[in-house]
């Protein structure tokens, strides 16, 4: 099974600062099948990115997804307040699809 | 606007089944992948498994002995049942929809708290 590993465990930023997210595979992710989602507390999960690049249907255009083969990268380019929340990767290029254990972005 | 709106037994005793449904609004289950993903303080989100409208289905190799999904089409439902329950099996569990067989999610179900203990 591929293993994903996010870093930080926490990123503590002011809005508008720049977040950046790492997600990284024990093992090369095939077609660059991995997706970014976004919790918040009681919350289920909310697709933000998936293909590690392309948006889903309403999300703006400051989430930004990059990368390939075991690194990947997600930006939150000027943080607002609703962007506070927890950060998974997900990879389904493997079975079982597996998850990152998440980011959480909170206000310093 | 696809809506997944989840229920079922929130307190469970070891050894007991566990079984979920989710109902599916605002779309139909025909033509989809649907997932069951577990999240739990000590293990994170963890997938459970998929299937489709036509009883496909794909589970998690840790849980396969023990786990069985289903759909009714007619209902535009799909379920989930675990046997034999532990402590381990405590977790928030949601429904979500899938592009198609393997993918990622794109829309979830609100969870469900299933508490296991004696």
């Known amino acids: 099974e591929i293993v994903l590993t996010q870093s930080p465990g926490t990123l503590s930023l002011s809005p508008g600062e720049r977040a950046t997210l790492s997600c990284g595979a024990s093992?090369?992710?095939?077609?660059?099948?991995l997706a970014w989602y976004q919790q918040k507390a009681g919350r289920a999960p909310r697709l933000l990115i998936f293909?590690?690049?392309s948006r889903a249907t309403g999300i703006p255009d400051r989430f930004i997804g990059r990368g390939s083969g075991t690194d990947f990268t997600l930006t939150i380019n000027g943080l607002e307040p609703e962007d506070f929340a927890v950060y998974f990767c997900q990879q389904y290029a493997g079975s079982p699809r597996t998850f990152g254990q998440g980011t959480k972005v909170e206000i310093k | 606007q696809v809506q997944l709106q989840q229920w079922g037994a929130g307190l469970l005793k070891p050894s007991e089944t566990l079984s979920l449904t989710c109902a599916v609004y605002?779309?139909?289950?025909?033509?989809?992948?649907w997932s069951w993903i577990r999240q739990s303080p000590g293990k994170g989100l963890e997938w459970v498994g998929e299937i489709n409208h036509i009883g496909a289905t794909n589970y998690t190799p840790s849980l396969k002995s023990r786990v069985s999904m289903s759909v009714d089409t007619t209902k535009n439902q799909l379920s989930l049942r675990l046997t034999s329950v532990t402590a381990a099996d405590t977790a928030v569990y949601y429904c979500?929809?899938?592009?198609?067989?393997?993918?990622?999610?794109?829309?979830w179900g609100q969870g469900t708290l299933v508490t296991v203990s004696s």
């Open positions: 979500a929809r899938q592009l198609g067989r393997g993918l990622f999610s794109d829309y």
């Open positions: 293909g590690a690049s």
């Open positions: 093992q090369s992710v095939s077609n660059n099948y």
């Open positions: 605002g779309g139909s289950v025909k033509g989809y992948y």
